[in-house]
């Protein structure tokens, strides 16, 4: 199912004509973040030299009443500017792949090694470009090359988390992992800066990397404050493998050179009938540590249990569950049990463009008439923010009216 043409939102910035002088830009729909919606708010905007600050907040009588001859529009929604919890900028210029997630797999590791510098700083630069014409306000970027995570400590102006990707498929070589980890890790936190991103770490998934380097990642993310985010129940082969250590991911990871099915001197688990990603995950203790988990979107009503218990917050990203065939994300039973949740792009080669508003459109495709528009917004800037370990922004007074996000801007015609 493609669903990248299904564009209905329109994230809007004012005309660049917009002339000096006080505006009034009214809303029916206000997300002012950490769960609190309006029906008929509007924000008072004083334009200075070219610079648009929010002046008042507030109910839309009381707004009007400050300013009865400031011209008037209207914004379909008002919010913080959007968050993108969890994507792969590096892939940015990858192809955009259809196919079932054991292929999509396939797919990456041959393009992978047949274009040995796409995965690099030129693609990540690129992907950093679309956020911040997006004007996102953060990022969760997953990274599984130095020269990449160097850079985006160094230079990247959006702030949110750069991820270190890990991948390590046997016990054998935990140790050597984990020591070139313990040796890294100082050099790269001693870049952080102001405005910048911080590090984290995101080991790949638990099919990618072994118990004792998972242990670690949780330990250190705990110790060392942290954000930790892992791939997990993305697809139904994950769950297969889980099981019964064959199926298609099995035979993915045979013929790229793994060996399969697991064992305890391999990944450190024996596949089990009862056993899913998400109940190893708590059983060798890496939800202590309380992950970021992206995509779920193959859970059992166990799972997502045991997720609320360990307070993980998820992400998920519909485009690219959709392209890959993953299922869907059962977004009704997390909300029920008060799990927060972020709704993110994914890479390029999964969700086909870094775009939020389309994103925002396959959401309301994928999850049907029950999600209201103001969930959505709360996923994409309130739960992106948790998502990320972030305080979520608070609309206020005095902040440059550009940080925030106005869907479909127009005339006031009342
Ligand atoms: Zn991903």
Same mark, same amino acid.
């Given at each position: 199912?493609?669903?990248?043409?299904?564009?209905?939102?329109?994230?809007?910035?004012?005309?660049?004509?917009?002339?000096?002088?006080?505006?009034?830009?009214?809303?029916?729909?206000?997300?002012?973040?950490?769960?609190?919606?309006?029906?008929?708010?509007?924000?008072?905007?004083?334009?200075?030299?070219?610079?648009?600050?929010?002046?008042?907040?507030?109910?839309?009588?009381?707004?009007?009443?400050?300013?009865?001859?400031?011209?008037?529009?209207?914004?379909?929604?008002?919010?913080?500017?959007?968050?993108?919890?969890?994507?792969? =900028?590096?892939?940015?210029?990858?192809?955009?792949?259809?196919?079932?997630?054991?292929?999509?797999?396939?797919?990456?590791?041959?393009?992978?090694?047949?274009?040995?510098? !796409?995965?690099?700083?030129?693609?990540?630069?690129?992907?950093?470009?679309?956020?911040?014409?997006?004007?996102?306000?953060?990022?969760?970027?997953?990274?599984?090359?130095?020269?990449?995570?160097?850079?985006?400590?160094?230079?990247?102006?959006?702030?949110?988390?750069?991820?270190?990707?890990?991948?390590?498929?046997?016990?054998?070589?935990?140790?050597?992992?984990?020591?070139?980890?313990?040796? $890294?890790?100082?050099?790269?936190?001693?870049?952080?800066?102001?405005?910048?991103?911080?590090?984290?770490?995101?080991?790949?998934?638990?099919?990618?990397?072994?118990?004792?380097?998972?242990?670690?990642?949780?330990?250190?993310?705990?110790?060392?404050?942290?954000?930790?985010?892992?791939?997990?129940?993305?697809?139904?082969?994950?769950?297969?493998?889980?099981?019964?250590?064959?199926?298609?991911?099995? $035979?993915?990871?045979?013929?790229?050179?793994?060996?399969?099915?697991?064992?305890?001197?391999?990944?450190?688990?024996?596949?089990?009938?009862?056993?899913?990603?998400?109940?190893? =995950?708590?059983?060798?203790?890496?939800?202590? !540590?309380?992950?970021?988990?992206?995509?779920?979107?193959?859970?059992?009503?166990?799972?997502?249990?045991?997720?609320?218990?360990?307070?993980?917050?998820?992400?998920?990203?519909?485009?690219?569950?959709?392209?890959?065939?993953?299922?869907?994300?059962? #977004?009704?039973?997390?909300?029920?049990?008060?799990?927060?949740?972020?709704?993110?792009?994914?890479?390029?080669?999964?969700?086909?463009?870094?775009?939020?508003?389309?994103?925002?459109?396959?959401?309301?495709?994928?999850?049907?008439?029950?999600?209201?528009?103001?969930?959505?917004?709360? #996923?994409?800037?309130?739960?992106?923010?948790?998502?990320?370990?972030?305080?979520?922004?608070?609309?206020?007074?005095?902040?440059?009216?550009?940080?925030?996000?106005? =869907?479909?801007?127009?005339?006031?015609?009342?």
């Amino acid at each position: 199912m493609a669903l990248n043409e299904d564009r209905r939102f329109t994230i809007s910035r004012l005309p660049e004509t917009f002339g000096a002088g006080e505006t009034i830009i009214r809303t029916p729909l206000w997300v002012g973040g950490g769960g609190s919606t309006s029906v008929d708010h509007a924000i008072l905007v004083r334009t200075e030299s070219g610079r648009h600050t929010v002046i008042a907040v507030g109910e839309h009588t009381s707004v009007s009443a400050m300013a009865p001859y400031a011209r008037r529009l209207r914004a379909d929604a008002i919010c913080p500017g959007f968050v993108n919890a969890h994507t792969h =900028l590096e892939l940015s210029t990858y192809p955009a792949l259809e196919a079932d997630f054991p292929s999509f797999l396939v797919e990456m590791v041959q393009h992978r090694r047949s274009h040995p510098q !796409a995965r690099g700083t030129p693609a990540a630069a690129l992907g950093l470009r679309h956020l911040i014409e997006q004007r996102v306000a953060a990022v969760g970027d997953i990274i599984a090359r130095e020269s990449v995570l160097v850079s985006e400590l160094q230079h990247s102006p959006l702030p949110g988390v750069a991820y270190w990707e890990v991948v390590c498929t046997s016990q054998s070589a935990a140790g050597s992992t984990i020591e070139a980890l313990g040796r $890294r890790l100082p050099v790269w936190r001693s870049l952080h800066r102001a405005g910048g991103p911080v590090l984290g770490l995101a080991p790949q998934s638990p099919y990618l990397v072994c118990r004792d380097v998972l242990q670690f990642l949780a330990r250190t993310a705990r110790a060392e404050g942290l954000p930790l985010q892992i791939h997990v129940a993305e697809s139904p082969a994950e769950i297969e493998f889980f099981r019964s250590g064959s199926g298609a991911l099995a $035979r993915v990871l045979r013929s790229v050179g793994f060996t399969v099915p697991p064992d305890p001197a391999t990944l450190g688990f024996r596949p089990a009938p009862a056993l899913s990603p998400v109940r190893y =995950l708590a059983e060798i203790g890496f939800l202590d !540590a309380s992950p970021t988990l992206v995509h779920c979107a193959n859970v059992s009503d166990e799972d997502i249990r045991i997720i609320a218990e360990h307070g993980c917050p998820v992400v998920t990203c519909p485009r690219s569950n959709a392209n890959l065939r993953c299922g869907v994300f059962p #977004w009704q039973a997390f909300s029920t049990a008060g799990i927060p949740i972020a709704l993110a792009t994914d890479s390029i080669a999964s969700a086909h463009s870094l775009d939020l508003g389309s994103e925002l459109a396959a959401a309301f495709a994928v999850f049907g008439a029950d999600l209201s528009l103001g969930t959505a917004l709360e #996923w994409l800037t309130a739960g992106a923010s948790r998502a990320l370990g972030r305080a979520g922004q608070a609309i206020t007074p005095g902040g440059p009216l550009d940080t925030l996000t106005l =869907l479909d801007l127009r005339a006031d015609a009342a």
